[in-house]
């Protein structure tokens, strides 16, 4: 949807050429988003930061509670960390214990490595492609991606903290992707190479997948080798919610003595904006 509105602010803005390329991209079958961002932020030009605080910065005050369902369904998953390729507030907004939460912007070295020790013990939100609050660090184009996933020829990255953290996380526990589509070339690159290191023992890892896409999801998950279990679900909205209320059933189970339950899926790695929700 951002993009979308891209498009639109840019022939608001007399630029109809942009435009049009940026809807050619989206166009597209998959949709090529990296370039259509990259489009948009050279024709807005110096007004793509406005834009972009413009379209993402807006207080809870002015949000529908009602759409904030299926993120607060996503906290009852039980995980102390969501992360989040998202740029606003949603998921903050959602969290029943918003005194206590914490939020990584991209890369905090500090708590990253506590978290890594075991030491994580607050809500956490991970914002791994930035937040609006930062707009000028946002990871939404394909420089932006560069900068966080490592360039290909100096096979360096500008956060590398955070990215190592994603390594760790990707070999030591199961994730939950949701919103998520397989044709990311820089996450998805994350998934196989770690998967090729540790020669297939990583995961599972689990992908929530509508269920008219299921057939092309799998042979992509097949073709190239990623540890990725499919949960379908049969539409946006309600049937949405329906599947993610029956994962807090599976992952949450309690004994006959109401022992403290056992969460299974830890963390969820989360994109609101392809359900949806921004």
């Known amino acids: 949807r951002l993009l979308e509105q891209s498009a639109e602010r840019l022939e608001q803005e007399g630029k109809d050429k942009y435009g049009q390329v940026v809807r050619a991209f989206l166009g597209m079958a998959p949709p090529r988003h990296l370039e ?3 489009y948009a932020r050279e024709g807005l030009g110096s007004l793509w930061y406005d834009f972009l605080v413009e379209s993402l910065d807006f207080p809870r005050a002015k949000v529908n ?3 904030l369902e299926l993120a607060q369904w996503l906290w009852r998953l039980g995980s102390q960390l969501i992360v989040t390729t998202n740029y606003d507030d949603v998921l903050s907004w959602a969290c029943e214990d918003r005194d206590h939460l914490r939020k990584w912007i ?3 070295p500090y708590r990253q490595t506590q978290a890594l020790r075991g030491q994580l013990v607050r809500p956490t939100i991970w914002h791994l ?30 956060y590398p903290a955070a990215l190592i953290t994603l390594r760790q996380y990707l070999v030591s526990h199961t994730f939950l ?20 290191i540790f020669e297939g023992a990583t995961g599972p890892h689990y992908i929530l997948v509508r269920e008219p896409g299921l057939e092309r999801v799998q042979a992509h998950i097949n073709q190239h080798e990623l540890p990725l279990e499919p949960v379908t679900f049969s539409n946006f909205g309600e049937p949405l919610i329906r599947c ?3 994962l807090v059933d599976i992952v949450t189970e309690t004994d ?6 056992e969460t299974r899926l830890w963390p969820a790695i989360v994109d609101l904006k392809s359900l949806g929700n921004s």
């Open 106 to 108: 991209i890369q905090n």
């Open 256 to 261: 006959k003595s109401n022992k403290k339950r």
């Open 177 to 196: 992707f949701i919103g998520f589509s397989l044709d990311d070339p820089y996450l998805g690159l994350q998934i196989r190479g770690i998967n090729e």
């Open 244 to 246: 993610i209320r029956s």
């Open 65 to 67: 509670l009602h759409s």
């Open 129 to 158: 492609h930035g937040h609006i609050s930062e707009p000028q660090n946002l990871i939404l184009t394909p420089d932006g991606y560069s900068r966080l996933y490592a360039d290909q020829e100096t096979e360096s990255s500008n």
């Open 36 to 38: 259509a961002a990259r």
